[in-house]
């Protein structure tokens, strides 16, 4: 993927530059002593709503694997995790082989746009906090969507100008310390499209100060 964007606190989307090892040192603790955040548990419900056992998971930008661990605990069979983060896919690793998930998860580090012709569908497809990351929002939601079966979830800022303006000041701020990355406000309407154009209805939204969580579901025939 590109250069990880300066996210707000929060923003579990995983790129390597200056959000590295200890990134993701300081995320796997963040887990292990508070558990997932709550916009990350409402996205798990949404996905789960029906049940989920036996079926498969792609997380993309899984981070510290938060979500993928929750899919795994409410019966699902595998996941892929996909992670621009070397560092990140280290620390989701360790997690897994803490716990005793190690043989259920498949690890690929990279963009998963470029990726997206080697990665096997799945039933689930997840980006929690991962459009934020990525300039060229259509791509990759058109890429993800393309990958997922059954349901599509995803957590992403609000479309609100408030909270431009703060991933604006953000994002200046990362200019004057020589941050290289940035964050992106992508909007709502359009992403709406894509995901019902590619055939999904919604299943769940719900929304905090600053997130948006947002279910889909492929309808059965």
Not at 159 to 187: C, K, M, P, Q
Request: with cysteine.
């Amino acid at each position: 993927m590109p250069e990880r964007p300066a996210c707000p606190p929060g923003c579990g989307c995983s790129i390597g530059n200056e959000f590295g090892e200890a990134a993701a040192r300081h995320d796997l603790r963040s887990y292990r002593k508070s558990g997932s955040s709550t916009t990350t548990r409402w996205l798990v419900d949404g996905l789960t709503a029906g049940g989920v056992e036996g079926l498969t998971v792609l997380d993309i930008g899984a981070g510290v694997g938060a979500a993928h661990q929750a899919l795994l605990a409410a019966g699902a069979a595998a996941v892929t995790d996909v992670d621009g983060s070397a560092a990140y896919v280290a620390v989701a690793r360790e997690e897994a082989e803490r716990i005793g998930t190690a043989d259920r998860v498949t690890y690929e580090v990279g963009d998963f746009v470029e990726l997206a012709s080697s990665v096997a569908p799945a039933d689930l497809v997840v980006l929690d906090r991962v459009i934020c990351c990525y300039p060229q929002m259509e791509q990759l939601v058109r890429a993800s969507l393309a990958h997922a079966r059954l349901r599509y979830g995803l957590v992403y800022p609000r479309d609100s100008w408030w909270i431009r303006a703060g991933f604006a000041v953000l994002n200046g701020i990362a200019r004057l310390v020589r941050v290289r990355t940035r964050a992106y406000i992508h909007r709502t309407a359009a992403v709406e499209a894509i995901i019902r154009e590619a055939g999904f209805v919604p299943r769940l939204s719900r929304w905090s100060l600053v997130w948006q969580v947002a279910v889909y579901e492929r309808p059965t025939a």
